[in-house]
């Protein structure tokens, strides 16, 4: 029989850099009226804070992600012990340095009480949260280096499967010894 054809080599790493991301992240202690599980589980309190650290940063909110903390901050400290406090977690993607390094500026610029004005501005006017105190730590941006691989796992649905051979069995034989 014929032996069948090689198959074309997998193509090599391209000769273009990875990408790079900027992840700008931080916390933000809020506290609130309510108890905590209740606040972390409030819809309309998340997408305000996600949107006004969008607004913050001038960034699309799909650029932010936000995470609720029950009780403290993200090492589960308590920071105070009047009222009920949650601490946000946030991180925002961009894909410049320069862009990185602004939004860093803008939210070390944004004082506390600016930044519970811009999250009370997302709430509807009957909102339980409509008064909030917070505090924002210093963000930290750390650059991200994106890598794509791919792996080639034989013919696609639109190719020919090779037959087998029924003489290729790996299959083990006992070795006759004499």
């Not at 009222?83 to 944004?110: F, H, M, R």
């Not at 909102?127 to 794509?148: D, F």
């Amino acid at each position: 029989t014929p032996a069948s054809p090689t198959p074309a080599p997998t193509p090599g790493p391209t000769d273009e850099p990875p990408a790079e991301e900027y992840h700008i992240s931080g916390e933000m202690d809020m506290e609130v009226s309510t108890p905590v599980s209740v606040a972390c589980a409030d819809v309309s309190l998340e997408d305000a804070v996600l949107s006004a650290k969008a607004k913050v940063a001038n960034v699309e909110k799909s650029a932010v992600t936000v995470q609720c903390v029950d009780g403290g901050d993200s090492n589960g400290r308590r920071l105070q012990e009047t009222g009920n406090l949650i601490t946000w977690i946030y991180q925002i993607i961009v894909g410049s340095e320069d862009q990185a390094n602004s939004i860093v500026t803008l939210i070390e610029e944004k004082n506390n009480t600016a930044m519970a004005s811009e999250i009370t501005s997302f709430l509807s006017e009957d909102s339980e949260y409509k008064t909030i105190a917070v505090t924002v730590s210093a963000p930290t941006l750390s650059v991200v280096t994106v890598t794509t691989t791919s792996t080639k796992r034989g013919p696609g649905p639109d190719e020919p499967q090779e037959p087998l051979d029924d003489d290729d069995s790996h299959a083990h034989t006992p070795a006759a010894l004499g």
